[in-house]
Every structure is written in C-alpha cells, then in structure tokens.
Nanobody, 124 residues
Framework: QVQLVESGGGLVQAGGSLRLSCAASGRTFSSYAMGWFRQAPGKEREFVAAVSRSGHSTYYADSVKERFTISRDNAKNTVSLQMNSLKPEDTAVYYC?????????????????WGRGTLVTVSS
C-alpha cells in the first residue's frame, strides 16, 4: 500500500513559479514510476509529467516542456514538480500518481495509487 500526499499548491501570478511536492508512504517507493497529472475545471484529467523508477528518465506533456521539471528523491520518498513561467491555463488541481509500470503512468490509465491533489491557481 502506498499513500501519496501532495503539497505546494497555491495562488501565483502569471510568469511566476511554484514547486509541488508529493510525499509517499511505504518502503517500496523506488519500485514505482511516478507521475503528475492535472485537471482543470470542466476539463478531463491530463498527463503533465512522469519520472522512471530510477529517476534517470523523464517525460513531459508538450504544453509544459521547457517550463516544468519533474524529479524524485528515492531516499526521501518524494517526487517534485518545479513549475516555472506559469500561465493562467496551468490552473488546475494537480495530482501525484504511482504505478509499477511506467507505461501506465505515461498512459494515465490504471494507475495503482493517486493522491488527493493540490490546487494551483495562476492569475493573469
């Protein structure tokens, strides 16, 4: 069993930065590929970024490339999302998710575990 708890959301002006963190419980964190997803009001949930179990490989949605950076610390059981140059369209609830299969994370489907989310609001 893995529990995921996101933090770091808030209100920021366009062009600003935020850093989201996801703390995972359990002793097998390094066995899971991790991802960040987001859901804006009235829209479907979408993939944002993913990181492999080792942390050596990262993946991004086109909409956040060059602006967001995902990273993980397996010693601390955390995964982070550094968000720079934020835009109003980045406003959403951001969710952390885990799955032992990286392909599931990239597909955003059938994930083993989800956090409850943290709200990011970017004002224009």
């Amino acid at each position: 069993q893995v529990q995921l708890v996101e933090s770091g959301g808030g209100l920021v002006q366009a062009g600003g930065s935020l850093r989201l963190s996801c703390a995972a419980s359990g002793r097998t964190f390094s066995s899971y590929a991790m991802g960040w997803f987001r859901q804006a009001p009235g829209k479907e949930r979408e993939f944002v970024a993913a990181v492999s179990r080792s942390g050596h490989s990262t993946y991004y949605a086109d909409s956040v490339k060059e602006r967001f950076t995902i990273s993980r610390d397996n010693a601390k059981n955390t995964v982070s999302l550094q968000m720079n140059s934020l835009k109003p369209e980045d406003t959403a609830v951001y969710y952390c998710a885990a799955d032992q299969d990286l392909r599931a994370v990239l597909a955003g489907d059938g994930m083993d575990y989800w956090g409850r989310g943290t709200l990011v609001t970017v004002s224009s």
